[in-house]
């Protein structure tokens, strides 16, 4: 084995990788020089037998020769054709990752309302957030004097339309285009003028029902709450009624429950009373009937309205209001 005899060697096999046309003519060439029976062991085995001036450079000729080699083997590899190659993106990377969304406290309350009381057999109805003076006054027997019409409570629009301050004059729309009996829930957004605070927002969620039938009576309206508050709170919270003043309900109600964390003995989240006021609600008054044109003599039915976010902040022990419009990720990144 001469230094001649290693070029000759090398310029050849360099050549063969040059010259060969796919993996398999690549790999036979691997084989040839660099497999375990391959030239290139052998030439580094005979350097042993070399005279020792010229070992140096043998060893050096035959590295070169190895590792250009193996370099142009890599070079000639099959190239990736794919457009994701081509693209320059690179897929080994490991990915971004990807954070499914929650859904929003709001909107959980609202599934929750329409699922339970879609057992109790009420369907949901939808009405505009423009209303008219009409559906969302007069029609609830809410005479014109009444200081809920004020330019500092309502919005009130150009042409006289408004912003819709309760869900209740959806309860008009179905009943004008609905003979009972009449079973519905009506979840929607609300406007009132007022100064936000931990409590208060210009915009917020109410549920309406209502239930018109023959012999509806105030206590079908209690039994109903109640069965929806034990679904909503737990199986040991009680109902109450308190007295209370609407235009279009008579007589008038607000509705408490017992409170489901101290259980009523009181506490910092019912401020100590034992009950949290949870809806307002009432037997649909006869005027407003009579607008409808429905005969009061031989319908009755009952009316509630809440506060969707109060049910959220209640529930999920959110104590300011804003926190469910600010929409800070680690906020709601805890409801899942
Ligand atoms: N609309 C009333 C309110 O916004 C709530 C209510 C609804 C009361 C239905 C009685 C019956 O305060």
């Known amino acids: 084995m001469t230094l001649n005899e290693i070029i000759e060697a090398r310029d050849r096999a360099f050549q063969e990788a040059e ?52 370099e142009r083997l890599d070079n000639r590899k099959p190239q990736d054709t794919t457009a994701a190659a081509a693209s320059g993106f690179d897929y080994t990377l490991p990915g971004t990752g990807c954070k499914p969304g929650t859904v929003h406290p709001v909107s ?14 009420f369907t949901v109805a939808d009405g505009p957030d423009i209303e008219t003076r009409y559906h969302n006054f007069e029609a609830l027997n809410t005479p014109a004097h009444h200081p ?41 957004r609300c406007y009132r003028r007022d100064t936000t605070d931990a409590t208060h927002s210009a915009n917020f969620h109410q549920v309406e029902g209502l239930y018109v039938d023959r012999r509806v009576s105030l206590a079908d309206l209690k039994g109903t709450l109640a069965c929806f508050m034990r679904e909503m709170m737990g199986p040991s919270v009680a109902v109450r009624f308190r007295p209370h003043f609407f235009p279009f309900t008579e007589p008038s109600v607000e509705c408490d429950f017992s409170c489901h964390l101290c259980g009523g003995s009181g506490c910092r989240v019912c401020k100590h ?31 509630f309205g809440m506060g969707v976010e109060r049910i959220a902040m209640i529930q999920y022990g959110i104590e300011d209001i804003r926190m469910l419009y600010e929409n800070d990720v680690r906020f709601l990144e805890q409801f899942r």
Do not use: H
């Open 108 to 121: 959980r309350v609202i599934a929750d309302v329409i699922r339970i009381f879609g057992r109790l057999g």
């Open 273 to 303: 009373s034992g009950w949290i006021e949870i809806a307002g609600a009432g037997m649909v008054d006869p005027r407003v009937f009579r607008k409808v044109g429905y005969d009061p003599e031989v319908f009755s039915g009952y009316a």
């Open 148 to 188: 809920s019409l004020d330019a500092k409570d309502t919005f009130w629009l150009d042409g006289g339309g408004l912003l819709r301050t309760q869900t209740s004059p959806v309860q008009i729309r179905v009943m004008e285009r609905q003979s009972p009996p009449v079973r519905i829930i009506t979840p929607g």
């Open 19 to 70: 010259a060969a046309t796919d993996a398999a003519a690549l790999e036979a060439v691997r084989v040839r020089y660099l497999g375990r029976k391959g030239q290139l062991p052998q030439i580094m085995a005979c350097l042993r037998e070399l005279p020792p001036e010229q070992r140096g450079e043998a060893g050096r000729l035959a590295n070169e020769f190895k590792q250009g080699l193996v």
